[in-house]
């Protein structure tokens, strides 16, 4: 089992930057990637970015060039720095974990809002 506890989230005006981080707890040992993932009300949960333990990161296109994805393996935390912030990046943000045997696990979630 892998426990996950996110902190960072907040209220922020259009253009500003929060910072998300996330550290894991229990059998870390089996995990390959983290991440995040969001989701705004009425829609479904999307990939934000990953980031393996080879350091190999992915993002999604409305966040390249505006999100940072970083990571330490030992304790293994993950972060994502939000620059230049959006109304539509507000949703609810979930840290993920997932292991080399594919099992995926996930934070409580926190809650970013960007207003105009």
């Known amino acids: 089992q892998v426990h996950l506890v996110e902190s960072g989230g907040g209220l922020v005006q259009a253009g500003e930057s929060l910072r998300l981080s996330c550290t894991a707890s229990?059998?870390?040992?089996?995990?390959?990637?983290m991440g995040w993932y969001r989701q705004a009300p009425g829609k479904q949960r999307e990939l934000v970015a990953t980031?393996?333990?080879?350091?190999?990161?992915n993002y999604v296109d409305s966040a390249k060039g505006r999100f940072t994805i970083s990571r330490n393996n030992v304790p293994n935390t993950v972060w994502l720095q939000m620059d230049s912030l959006k109304p539509e990046d507000t949703a609810v943000y979930y840290c993920?974990?997932?292991?080399?045997?594919?099992?995926?696990?996930w934070g409580q979630g926190t809650q970013v809002t960007v207003s105009s």
């Open positions: 993920n974990a997932r292991t080399h045997y594919a099992n995926d696990y």
């Open positions: 980031i393996d333990t080879g350091g190999n990161t």
């Open positions: 229990g059998s870390t040992f089996s995990i390959n990637a």
